[in-house]
């Protein structure tokens, strides 16, 4: 599994962009860069994937460099409800060997602080 | 729909004793996963389950073992707990195990939170 680097922590206002960078220089080229948060006492929630494209959904962004090796998360308008810890994950999404299916592999993410 | 349902969401057990969680997929899903939640370690793998076979195993103690039923509920166990299992054990389910049409995405249930005194 490749390594990642989130920062610790970020703060953002609200109504503002909030831009979460993660590095995963060693990133195979069949692993898909996957984006989670976990809310307090929840569960972790699936936020987006891609591969080397830019990727938009409901509700966020994701911007992959040209080689790969990092990545950023964008909720374009933070809320409140956006407080959370957010994991970057790359996956192996290739179905050979079936070793990753199911398989997240967590760091300990970014503490992002929505603030009013 | 309903959720990824998880049962018991509180427990209070003591060391030596065992213990057995359940998790509900989501109709329809019929892969499971489950994960260890610490301070300590943050999110770990356990399990995969997929058609009542275990898939997939992370890199935990044969106290922690698992199955799934032919409905495709889940089932965890750990025996002889200690006191580092204190955990909150997460389940997550997904309609099958390949990804590429899949849309990758796991859904989590909000775990049972395990106590060991």
């Known amino acids: 599994d490749a390594k990642t680097t989130q920062p610790p922590s970020m703060d953002c206002a609200e109504g503002r962009a909030a831009n979460l960078p993660c590095n995963h220089s060693?990133?195979?080229?069949?692993?898909?860069v996957y984006w989670y948060r976990q809310i307090h006492s929840q569960g972790p929630q699936y936020i987006i994937h891609?591969?080397?494209n830019n990727e938009t959904n409901e509700m966020a962004s994701l911007i992959i460099t040209e080689d790969r090796k990092s990545s950023t998360l964008i909720l374009p308008h933070a809320t409140l409800r956006d407080t959370a810890v957010y994991y970057c994950i790359p996956t192996l999404i290739s179905n050979a060997g079936g070793t990753s299916y199911g398989k997240l592999t967590f760091g300990q993410g970014t503490i992002l602080t929505v603030h009013p | 729909k309903a959720g990824v349902t998880q049962t018991p969401r509180y427990l209070i057990k003591t060391r030596g004793q065992q213990v057995t969680l359940s998790c509900s997929p989501i109709?329809?899903?019929?892969?499971v996963s489950w994960y260890q939640q610490t301070p300590g370690q943050g999110l770990q793998f356990l399990f995969e389950y997929f058609s009542e076979t275990q898939r997939n195993k992370g890199n935990f103690p044969g106290r922690f073992s698992g199955r799934q039923f032919s409905n495709s509920r889940s089932e965890m166990n750990v025996s002889t707990l200690e006191l580092g299992d204190s955990a909150l054990y997460l389940c997550?389910?997904?309609?099958?195990?390949?990804?590429?049409?899949?849309?990758?995405?796991?859904?989590f249930g909000e775990g049972s939170r395990l106590t060991v005194l």
């Open positions: 109709s329809g899903h019929r892969s």
């Open positions: 060693t990133i195979s080229g069949n692993e898909y």
């Open positions: 891609g591969l080397k």
């Open positions: 997550a389910s997904s309609r099958n195990r390949d990804l590429i049409a899949n849309t990758g995405e796991l859904f």
